[in-house]
């Protein structure tokens, strides 16, 4: 389904508001102080504050906005731009640069634009961290280097070679469902991937990987692993093989390669938890980008970020 760009809650700020409340409140305003449900009046007139509640629960009383509690809170950028940006992100398949956001939405600096990228990540993070591969199910397991990591070449002081200096990734296909799940690690070594692996697959699983040294253990952890060995040309044997999460690694490297271009290890996880959600909730799952877009801003809830964390971090495109 094709999106409007003009649609009234990418353009207009109380058609954003209602789209957003909509979204949020499904059964009526819910008080984030005490928790009461669609018993609040709405203050339309009687404040400057838009979208302003009062609570009537006798012992509460107290105003609050649907933004309250979310990644908009206390925000200056209108809410139709953070729902158009949101938008653009969710639907982008590999991303949408800061830059681009920066010229789109028309805003005064680039760090505006890179801070509310780095805000709509943070909505995006997987909530559910159930492990893969329960009920018996395939999981897919590989790694890959990309970037270079300025800490451990400061602190090995040039001591190393080959992919050491590179930011390792660690990647998770669960099959069956169809989710990815990455994370930065910082060693590629069974002794740091297995305890990984232990808490994010299921016992039950049938764990797939290439023939790197450093799986050779996981198979005693659990109900099986299969190896495709890539050194000798074998890619697939039957069903086993890691195809899936090659695919979803040719993804990401083209969307951090061609579209954000440079990140700083130091925000990696959150470019990770953007492909992670756009791949867990693609169309072939049957999510569409709308659909996207709504899981997202559900997602914006409790995940307040603030600039000063990131204060004097690198910023990427």
Not at 43 to 51: D, I, L, N, Q, V
Not at 176 to 190: F, L, N, Y
Not at 244 to 259: A, D, L, V, W
């Amino acid at each position: 389904m094709k999106t409007d760009l003009t649609a009234p809650h990418f353009t207009d700020e109380e058609a954003a508001r209602a789209h957003y409340e909509a979204i949020r409140w499904p059964d009526g305003p819910v008080c984030p102080h005490c928790g009461s449900i669609d018993n609040a009046t709405k203050m339309a007139g009687k404040t400057t504050r838009p979208g302003l509640y009062k609570c009537k629960a006798r012992e509460c009383r107290k105003p609050f906005t649907a933004t309250m509690g979310t990644i908009y809170e206390r925000s200056h950028i209108p809410l139709h731009k953070w729902l158009l940006a949101t938008h653009l992100m969710c639907a982008s398949k590999k991303g949408i640069s800061a830059h681009q956001l920066y010229r789109m939405l028309g805003f005064g600096s680039y760090k505006t634009a890179w801070f509310m990228a780095h805000r709509i990540r943070e909505a995006m993070r997987e909530g559910d961290l159930a492990p893969f591969g329960g009920g018996g199910g395939g999981v897919e397991v590989d790694e890959t280097f990309m970037g270079f990591d300025d800490e451990k070449f400061a602190q090995a002081k040039g001591k190393g070679r080959g992919f050491y200096w590179k930011v390792k990734v660690l990647a998770l296909v669960d099959r069956e469902t169809g989710r990815s799940r990455a994370m930065v690690v910082d060693e590629v070594r069974a002794r740091t991937l297995l305890p990984i692996l232990q808490a994010n697959i299921a016992k039950e699983a049938r764990v797939l990987t290439d023939e790197a040294r450093y799986y050779t253990k996981v198979g005693a952890h659990f109900a099986a692993h299969q190896t495709v060995n890539h050194s000798k040309d074998e890619w697939a044997r039957g069903d086993i093989h890691v195809n899936t999460i090659e695919g979803y690694f040719s993804i990401f490297k083209r969307g951090m390669r061609g579209i954000y271009q440079h990140c700083g290890k130091q925000h990696l996880h959150r470019y990770l938890a953007e492909f992670d959600f756009r791949y867990s909730n693609r169309i072939a799952r049957g999510v569409d980008d709308n659909a996207r877009t709504t899981l997202a801003l559900k997602g914006t809830v409790g995940r307040r970020l603030t600039y000063r964390p990131l204060a004097g971090q690198e910023a990427s495109p």
